[in-house]
């Protein structure tokens, strides 16, 4: 596909710094995500995933929009829209956090980083996290300013990603700890580079804070990363999947909570914070949950891509959920999938029926994550 060759969602979808890039590199379909474009495609998705974990993909994951929350009160805002403490969470620490409605229900699982005591960054997941931070702002009574700010962010992940890294910012970037960031000036491009990312390899985010620049940025990467093996890539739903990770739309929405999906970690209740959720996740977990989410393993032959409908999950005859991201693993050599099931239906070793895009298939529950489950790769 030539660089001119149009996409076609229109113009109220916006594309990212790198597109005319990830082009050029070979991208060949897109998706739309948090209203922008996003790489889906660039040919084989079992040789992507098999990149990421030999060697190193960049990713543009622009759509990651930021939401920049400045001001007096901003720490106490920041507190006001997440179920998780972040009273000990210092400048240049990101952290996994939950954005929930009044109901407990999450309307985003973003990072969040913190770049001084009263300025944060919101690094989205596919919902409109802005809308929702502006309209609580006009109620809550708090010195704040919110809005988007120039930042597009790429992901550099792989087990080659940290000697890319090296090469491209110098040897102290080797001690950047696990869920934390710096800033960079490379060659004159403002970078924040953090180590974190969606694929539980070993990674950096690197957000561009000039989308000008963005181009020149993708091929200096690129040139840095071509004796390490560095492939242009997308986001694989293999190794998420393999990771446990969460795809929202997907694996959670506005209807889950957090308790459901086996986040309890990410919950204070006991913080001195009002924070928006807190009294109906209180009772959600008194009462105790109805369904919960769960790894699973389907039977037969590999599953040709992955599931784009939520397959309805079944129990001697009898519905008891669905199955929410499902993907054949060329690594463990079997269909994986996450679902979310009755209480009653949820202890490892159930087996119960799926109907997938192929036909009935037989499941059975098991431990997830399915590969790395302590973190270890990404940690190290």
Partial sequence: MTQTDDFGFGTQIRKSPY???????????????????????FGDPVQNFWNLVHSAILCDVAVERQVEITGPDAAQFMQLLTCRDLSKMAVGQCKYILITNADGGILNDPILLRLAENHFWISLADSDILLWAQGVAIHAGLDVAIHEPDVSPLQLQGPRSGDIMKALLGDDIAD?????FREYDL???????????????LGYELYLRDSTRGDELWEKIMTAGERFGIQA????????????????????????????????????????????????????????????????????????????????????????GNVTSAVYSPRLVKNIALALVSIEASDIGTQFDVMTGLGPRRATIVERPFHDPKKQIAAS
């Fill in 187 to 201: 060659d004159g491009i403002p970078l924040i580079v953090s180590r974190t990312g969606w694929s539980s390899e």
């Fill in 19 to 41: 597109f005319d890039a990830t082009v050029r590199w070979g991208a060949t379909g897109f998706s739309v995500y948090n209203h922008m474009y996003i790489p889906r495609d």
């Fill in 176 to 180: 950047l700890k696990y869920y934390w």
């Fill in 233 to 320: 890539g997308h986001t694989s739903t293999i190794r998420r999947i393999e990771g446990g990770m969460l795809s929202y739309h997907a694996d959670a929405n506005i209807q889950t909570n957090p308790y459901e999906l086996g986040l309890d970690r990410l919950v204070n209740l006991d913080i001195k914070a009002d924070f928006i959720g807190k009294e109906a996740l209180r009772k959600i977990k008194h009462a105790g949950v109805s369904r919960k989410q769960v790894g699973v393993v389907i039977n037969g032959a590999p599953l040709k891509r992955p599931n784009t409908t939520f397959w309805v999950a079944t129990k001697d005859g009898v519905e008891i």
